[in-house]
T-cell receptor, first 118, second 116 residues
Framework: ETGVTQTPRHLVMGMTNKKSLKCEQH?????MYWYKQSAKKPLELMFV???????ENNSVPSRFSPECPNSSHLFLHLHTLQPEDSALYLC?????????????????FGPGTRLTVL | AQKVTQAQTEISVVEKEDVTLDCVYE???????LFWYKQPPSGELVFLIR??????QNEISGRYSWNFQKSTSSFNFTITASQVVDSAVYFC?????????????FGEGTQLTVNP
C-alpha cells in the first residue's frame, strides 16, 4: 500500500460547487498537513493537524475547511472557491515522537490533487 | 522568520554530466532541519534527505551527495553522472525543531532537465 494516498487526483469544479479532497496515510503517523502549490509560487502550508488536533491555520480563507477524523485520514472541504484557488493540493504526514532533538518528523507527501476552478 | 533561497530556477544538462543544485537558508534558530525533495512530473514530492543543524557531515547516497556548510548557510545537492530520470523539480526546505509538527519552509524549486 502506497504511504500517502490522495483522491481524487484531478478535480474540476465550478465556483458554486462543494467538493472534498481526501488524504489517507498508511505509515502509522500522527501528524498530517495540507499544502497548496500554485504555479510559480513556493509551496504554502495551509493546515497542520497533530494528534488529530488542528495546531495551525495559516490565514487560509474559510472557503477551505479541513477535517481530521482520525490519525490516518485528512479531508479538505471546498465550497464557493475562486479561480485563483486552482492549484495542486498536497497532503503530507509525519511522525511526532515528542523529542525535538531526535524527532523523526520527516514529512512524506501524497501525489496531490490537481484542482481547477472554473 | 525562516527563508530558503534556490537561486537557480532552471538548469539544463546533458546526460552523464554532474550538476549541483544550490540552496541557501536563513534562520535565527540553532536547532533546525534541512531537507531535499524531488518532484517528478507526476506531482508527488519524494523525500531525499534530512539533516539536522548539529550534523555537518556530508552525505553520499549512490549518485546523490549533499554538502552542508553552516558557515555559509548552504545545503547544496549534487547529482553525479546525471540521467534522464533525474529530470524533475527539486525543492530545498527548512523546518525548526518543534514538537507539534514541522512547518516546512520551501524554496521556490529548481527545474532540472537532463537531456539524452
Amino acid at each position: 500500500e502506497t504511504g500517502v494516498t490522495q483522491t481524487p487526483r484531478h478535480l474540476v469544479m465550478g465556483m458554486t460547487n462543494k467538493k472534498s479532497l481526501k488524504c489517507e496515510q498508511h505509515l502509522g503517523h500522527n501528524a498530517m498537513y495540507w499544502y497548496k502549490q500554485s504555479a510559480k509560487k513556493p509551496l504554502e502550508l495551509m493546515f497542520v493537524y497533530s494528534l488529530e488536533e488542528r495546531v495551525e491555520n495559516n490565514s487560509v480563507p474559510s472557503r477551505f475547511s479541513p477535517e481530521c477524523p482520525n490519525s490516518s485520514h485528512l479531508f479538505l472541504h471546498l465550497h464557493t472557491l475562486q479561480p485563483e484557488d486552482s492549484a495542486l493540493y498536497l497532503c503530507a504526514s509525519s511522525h511526532l515522537d515528542g523529542r525535538v532533538d531526535q524527532s523523526t518528523d520527516t514529512q512524506y507527501f501524497g501525489p496531490g490533487t490537481r484542482l481547477t476552478v472554473l | 522568520a525562516q527563508k530558503v533561497t534556490q537561486a537557480q530556477t532552471e538548469i539544463s544538462v546533458v546526460e552523464k554530466e554532474d550538476v549541483t543544485l544550490d540552496c541557501v537558508y536563513e534562520t535565527r534558530d540553532t536547532t533546525y532541519y534541512l531537507f531535499w525533495y524531488k518532484q517528478p512530473p507526476s506531482g508527488e514530492l519524494v523525500f531525499l534527505i534530512r539533516r539536522n543543524s548539529f550534523d555537518e557531515q556530508n552525505e553520499i547516497s549512490g549518485r546523490y551527495s549533499w554538502n552542508f556548510q553552516k558557515s555559509t548557510s548552504s545545503f547544496n545537492f549534487t547529482i553525479t553522472a546525471s540521467q534522464v530520470v533525474d529530470s524533475a523539480v527539486y525543492f530545498c526546505a527548512l523546518s525548526l525543531g518543534e514538537t507539534s509538527g514541522s512547518r516546512l519552509t520551501f524554496g521556490e524549486g529548481t527545474q532540472l532537465t537532463v537531456n539524452p
